[in-house]
Structures are given as C-alpha cells and as structure tokens.
Antibody, heavy 121, light 110 residues
Framework: EVQLVQSGAEVKKPGESLKISCKAS????????IGWVRQMPGKGLEWMGIINPSDSNTKYSPSFQGQVTISADKSISTAYLQWSGLKASDTAMYYC??????????????WGQGTLVTVSS | QSVLTQPPSASGTPGQRVTISCSGSSSNIGSNTVNWYQQPPGTAPKLLIWTSDQRPSGVPDRFSGSKSGTSASLAISGLQSEDEADYYCAAWDDSLYGWVFGGGTKLTVL
C-alpha cells in the first residue's frame, strides 16, 4: 500500500528555520517525483515545487523560488521541505504528494496527511 | 488568483446532478489531461478523477469527468450528503513545467 507520512505540526517564531518531512512507503521511492503543495487557512491549493528523488533535481513554482528548499534522501525514502527564515505568512498546511507519470498522463495520486506550520511571535 | 478558473460555490439537493467547471489555457488543460480532487473539511485532498475521465478504484461511478479544448468539468449525479466538500481541478502546465490548480469549488448539499 502506497503511503506518504508527514512529520507533525510545528509552531515556530518568525525568523526561525524549519524542515518538515514526508516519508514514502509501498513503492519504489526513486521511480516517482514528489511534489509539495501549500494550503493557507481557508484558501485553495498552491503548487510549490517538485523533486526527482533519483537525482534530487528540483523545479520550483516562481512564487516559491528562493523562499523554500526541497530535498530528498533516497536512502530513507524521505522528501523534505525547508525554510531558513520563517514569516507569519508561511502559516499554512503543507502537503506532499506522489507525482505519477504514466506516459503522457500525470497525476498527484497519493497525498500525505499534511503538516500544519504555524508561525507566530 | 489561480491559473485555472472554477466557480467558488455549487449546491444541490440529495439525488440531484451538479456540475463544476474548470477553465484553463492552451499550456495546461489544452495540452494535458485534467485531474480532480475532493477535499472534505479537515482532510487531505484525494484524487477523484484522473486523465480527465478516469476514476481510481473505490470512487463511485456517480462521479464523472470530461474535457473539451481548454475546459473541463466534473459531474456528480445522485448527490449525497457525504459529497459535501471542496473540489479542485488540476493540470500540468507545459510553460510553467509544474502543476496548476483551480481555486476550488465548495459544494453544499442542501
């Protein structure tokens, strides 16, 4: 069974750093990209970026380029999303999702349960 | 401002059929298939329709999708109370080389 299990909720102060994780199981981690999606309180889904775990090649949405870093450790089937200086506006739920590519067809088919990040002084 | 355009809300009574539209452009819906996600309150999004009209196993056939040109739609027939949720369309964008989402449609079962 494919599962993506994310790390727990975090409460941080502005300016602090943070790294959240997404552990994959039930499939070959290096065969599919992993994407990250932000959902601010009461708002819609926003694609942040994507990583190919086999070579750690990443692509960021222009809105998030330079604001976050996506990485992966294929030895432990885990992807990461990190910030070096959090802002109050980073308060949101963050989801990881498996990007499945089947020929010309793509989908984010399995999602983690989400990690709630709260940034407040 | 989302790249894909959805109505913010939709509603229907139990048993009715409702449709939700999703409009994009040539670089996303016009070039790639559309996926739909269902997100009940307080839960993670769940894949509902993929490749514009395919259902993952376990999704009732009351849910169906279609695509034409740069637009897509999700139809829900035999509406049930448990269908109350937010629904999002998504497509790969060739210009962005990434995913774009609709703003979401809140479905209310009256």
């Amino acid at each position: 069974e494919v599962q993506l299990v994310q790390s727990g909720a975090e409460v941080k102060k502005p300016g602090e750093s943070l790294k959240i994780s997404c552990k994959a199981s039930g499939y070959s981690f290096t065969n599919n990209w992993i994407g990250w999606v932000r959902q601010m309180p009461g708002k819609g889904l926003e694609w942040m970026g994507i990583i190919n775990p086999s070579d750690s090649n990443t692509k960021y949405s222009p809105s998030f380029q330079g604001q976050v870093t996506i990485s992966a450790d294929k030895s432990i089937s885990t992807a990461y999303l990190q910030w070096s200086g959090l802002k109050a506006s980073d308060t949101a739920m963050y989801y990881c999702a498996r990007h499945l590519r089947d020929g010309e067809y793509r989908r984010l088919d399995y999602w983690g349960q989400g990690t709630l990040v709260t940034v407040s002084s | 401002q989302s790249v894909l355009t959805q109505p913010p809300s939709a509603s229907g009574t139990p048993g009715q059929r409702v449709t939700i539209s999703c409009s994009g452009s040539s670089s996303n819906i016009g070039s790639n298939t559309v996926n739909w996600y269902q997100q009940p309150p307080g839960t993670a999004p769940k894949l509902l329709i993929w490749t514009s009209d395919q259902r993952p196993s376990g999704v009732p056939d009351r849910f169906s999708g279609s695509k034409s040109g740069t637009s897509a739609s999700l139809a829900i027939s035999g509406l049930q109370s448990e269908d109350e949720a937010d629904y999002y369309c998504a497509a790969w964008d060739d210009s962005l080389y990434g995913w774009v989402f609709g703003g979401g449609t809140k479905l209310t079962v009256l």
